[in-house]
């Protein structure tokens, strides 16, 4: 009888968790404002206090795509200003409403493996107005052990089309905008923007 009650108990614990779900899908701009990325995010926050994420990196408007979609899980974080200026994120993304998700695109639009992760912390809110400062994504490359590249923008409620040239023509958020490095001496990191 106790075992059928502790299901009972876990099963609702578990329908009422899933109740206070949240789901989010955002384009994802460059750190001007000025081109939209041709992937995008759909998420699902929940648990207590919607402490873990999950959903896709959807790559369909993307051009040369192995997959249309890449998995993606995460976790709520809160990044203070101090985080900022230890790690290199971009202004912008501190605060409350953020989580940091480990993204399958790499592997999604090579098709195989590549032993690249691609890690992003991203709000759940777009900007009323987007200026320099107040980014709401930003991204980092790993390999090897190490972080070498990232980028970072603005979250928009458009989302990209299939079959867009403009969307084909930037590409997925990994790829850079244009062909320079971008050098941010507060952070230290260098970016493709």
Known sequence: MKLKSLAVITLFVLCCGSAFA??????????????????????QTGGAGNFYMTGMDVLDACASSANSFATIEGTS???TDLDLESTGLQAGITGPGRYIYADAIMDAYAGNYTGEQWITITATSVNDKNKAGKWNWDSFLGFSGYEFLGGFGFLTDKLPEKGS????????????SSAALKKDKASHRTTLQ
């Open 165 to 176: 040239e403009a969307a084909k023509a930037v590409g997925p958020t990994f790829k850079a």
């Open 22 to 43: 949240q789901s989010y899908a955002f384009g994802f701009l460059n750190y001007t404002g000025g081109m939209e990325y041709c992937n995008y995010e759909i998420m």
């Open 77 to 79: 974080i809160r990044v």
